[in-house]
């Protein structure tokens, strides 16, 4: 059955450092989705990415964040300056229909 | 006030018992997905329901919708130790206010213990 992965499963950096969360979707799936949940509290929706661009984004999805699907598979979330409270579990997804699947997620730990 | 919470957050039940864990939500949706999360680990789509259904069945599980009330309710049937997770509804909102997007709007989740 297909299945959305990510990589690494944890990252851990340091504060200011920049970082790249990779995923790839399910294959034939036409939007994708970051979420995060920060240990203990509910997920959240950072962005949504339709057609090679964000067709919307959190609060939290600030300057610091970009997303790319820099070729056919793949999806990446970038936090250009970690800060601590970035440190969450990351979870990218992605839907064809209605369904939305997830992956396992990056656990990034920002030192 | 908040799209999505459960109830209750946290439950605890006999092995082979039934389940049973409400969400409740605020504003008008095109379809309800329920999820589960093993400890620290990745979110797992259990059920889709939309908003012009009432109830959906998908092996021990069962899901109804009330949209004049905004609640939605999943109930796992014969619980199984197996079963011990967080469970989370999750909205979309309906067309109209989402533009098709389709974001998901998460629930603070119910965690069930299965006790064997």
């Known amino acids: 059955e297909p299945e959305v992965t990510q990589t690494p499963s944890h990252q851990v950096t340091q504060m200011g450092q920049e970082v790249i969360l990779r995923c790839v979707p399910i294959?034939?799936?036409?939007?994708f989705y970051w979420y995060r949940q920060i240990l203990g509290q509910k997920v959240e929706f950072l962005v949504s990415?339709?057609?090679?661009?964000?067709?919307?984004k959190s609060e939290i999805f600030d300057d610091q964040f970009s997303v790319e699907r820099p070729d056919g598979s793949n999806f990446t979330l970038k936090i250009r300056s970690t800060k601590l409270e970035d440190s969450a579990m990351y979870f990218c997804?992605?839907?064809?229909?209605?369904?939305?699947?997830f992956g396992p997620g990056t656990r990034l730990t920002v030192l | 006030s908040q799209q999505g919470e459960e109830d209750p957050q946290a439950l605890s039940i006999q092995e082979g018992e039934n389940a049973t864990m409400n969400c409740s939500y605020k504003?008008?949706?095109?379809?309800l997905q329920w999820y589960r999360q093993n400890s620290g680990r990745g979110l797992v789509h259990l059920i889709l329901?939309?908003?012009?259904?009432r109830e959906k069945h998908s092996g021990r599980l069962r899901v109804t919708l009330d949209t004049s009330k905004k609640s939605s309710s999943l109930l796992i049937t014969a619980s199984r130790a197996a079963d011990t997770a967080s469970y989370f509804c999750?909205?979309?909102?309906?067309?109209?206010?989402?533009?098709?997007?389709?974001?998901?709007?998460f629930g603070t989740g119910t965690r069930l213990t299965i006790i064997p």
């Open positions: 997804a992605s839907r064809g229909l209605d369904e939305q699947f």
């Open positions: 990415f339709y057609n090679n661009e964000i067709s919307e």
């Open positions: 294959s034939n799936h036409l939007y």
């Open positions: 504003t008008s949706i095109n379809n």
């Open positions: 999750a909205t979309v909102l309906s067309f109209i206010s989402n533009f098709g997007n389709e974001k998901l709007t």
């Open positions: 329901i939309r908003s012009n259904e």
